[in-house]
């Protein structure tokens, strides 16, 4: 039986934060226990063997829950009631989505999605540049496997239009943005029409992780399918690996759940567990960490050794200033700064004490990484060079600590950038 109830669930519209925090989880079915308990069983008993045969034919897609169907569970790798919970109260924050999936990790979630709806003789229409890991499953799964791949300069628009009108048998079209790690924006509801204009309604998909679920709605702007590195803000933590896929259309999460089964990649209990009680907070962390962000990068912008940041707030490119307009409420937690070598680039991660030299990012402690030697060191050269992956470029994705210690911190790590790697100094540069 699932343990959650969906009882009066569109009797009145509630706001996300309440929502969040009310639905998707009965306590009478976890014997009176406030928040959710931790279930942990491998397998379910059934009540009888005509539920077992049910429950199989629903899983297995020969029959469809019927309105109000109680269906019982089978077995943790299909489905199990932290997975239900978990999938129920995060839709909410997700506007536009009706239905969710969980993943044990980002990249699980991801590759669902592609070897659900991609086929041998299909083409990926994608942005450039991509996590690394995502560039990794194109070249090194998909294109062996008889998907031809095609990429697009993230942001540019006509290329992306002329790109999906072209492509035969488009299966989907696969954007990030903001892009990691440049920051540069891709016009989503822009793509949503024109690949709406085909007649085979190729899957529009975008890789929220950077500013979803708070600050950029893609389901809203024509999106089919958003997906999530969980590992990243919506856990919030770094102490957790985990993936989400949302769409409108129930069928498209029902399909990958039975791609998910015989992956065996679904979240396990405890993590899903660990994964829902973070959900209230995200959006409170979120909206910290970007003002945290804001105010570093608007005043790191005028340091001389920081040739450019990027960063929503510090555009000046017409385009994606109107592109982040129309898509985004604020800029995030993430920018890049260009140091202009990989000698100072390193020489900095060296010298800065508070925040820490590792990949990942979304967490309540600050972290920085190079990642043109790291997350995206399996981009090849033309590709990093088209995306402006330089050596002199780091990463940063801000926390919640007091920003003030961290500018601080980050421009005692400038000022330590030695001459010799072409950085201006301090003191005889002009400020910008
Ligand atoms: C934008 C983006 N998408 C997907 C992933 C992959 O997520 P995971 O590490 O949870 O598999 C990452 C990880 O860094 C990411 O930054």
């Not at 934060?17 to 976890?30: A, K, N, W």
């Not at 062996?144 to 239009?161: E, K, R, T, Y």
């Not at 500018?407 to 002009?430: K, R, T």
Request: net charge negative.
């Amino acid at each position: 039986m699932p343990h959650h109830s969906k009882e009066g669930k569109d009797a009145h519209p509630l706001h996300p934060p309440t929502e969040v925090l009310t639905r998707g989880f009965d306590p009478r079915l976890s014997v009176g226990s406030a928040r959710p308990a931790v279930f942990r069983s491998s397998t379910y008993v059934f009540s009888s063997p005509e539920a077992a045969e049910r429950a199989f034919d629903i899983a297995s897609g020969r029959a469809r829950r019927e309105e109000g169907e109680s269906v019982e569970l089978i077995y943790s790798r299909f489905n199990h009631p932290n997975a239900e919970i978990l999938e129920e109260q995060v839709v909410p924050l997700e506007p536009g989505a009706a239905s969710a999936a969980v993943f044990n990790s980002g990249m699980a979630a991801i590759m669902t999605a592609f070897l659900t709806f991609l086929r041998p003789g299909n083409t990926i229409v994608y942005t450039l540049p991509l996590y690394g890991g995502t560039v990794h499953l194109i070249h090194d799964l998909l294109q062996p496997w008889g998907i031809q791949a095609i990429g697009v300069p993230a942001g540019d628009g006509p290329a992306l239009d002329g790109a999906i009108r072209a492509a035969s048998n488009l299966g989907i079209v696969f954007i990030e943005t903001p892009a990691n790690p440049t920051m540069v924006m891709t016009d989503i509801r822009r793509a949503a029409e024109t690949a709406a204009r085909r007649p085979d309604h190729p899957l529009v998909m975008v890789d929220n992780t950077f500013l979803g679920p708070t600050f950029q709605h893609p389901l809203e702007l024509g999106a089919d399918m958003v997906l999530y590195s969980a590992t990243k803000f919506l856990s919030g933590f770094s102490d957790m690996l985990g993936g989400l896929a949302l769409a409108r259309n129930p069928d498209l999460i029902a399909q990958m759940r039975g791609r998910s089964t015989m992956f065996g990649n679904i979240l396990q209990p405890d993590e899903c567990w660990l994964l829902d009680g973070r959900l209230p907070t995200v959006s409170l962390r979120m909206n910290r960490q970007s003002k945290n962000a804001q105010r570093i990068a608007e005043r790191l912008a005028r340091h001389p050794r920081v040739r450019r940041i990027h960063y929503p707030s510090l555009f000046d490119d017409a385009e994606q200033i109107r592109i982040r307009d129309a898509q985004c409420d604020f800029p995030g937690a993430v920018f890049s700064m260009e140091l202009g070598s990989r000698e100072a680039a390193f020489a900095f991660l060296r010298a800065v004490r508070l925040a820490r030299n590792a990949v990942s990012l979304g967490g309540v402690e600050t972290l920085i990484c190079h990642p043109k030697t790291t997350t995206h060191s399996g981009l090849s050269a033309e590709e990093s060079e088209a995306a402006g992956i330089t050596e002199g470029l780091v990463r940063v994705s801000v926390g919640i600590e007091d920003w003030r210690d961290l500018l601080a911190d980050f421009e005692q790590a400038l000022n330590a950038i030695p001459a010799s790697s072409g950085a201006p100094e301090p003191a005889a540069a002009q400020p910008r």
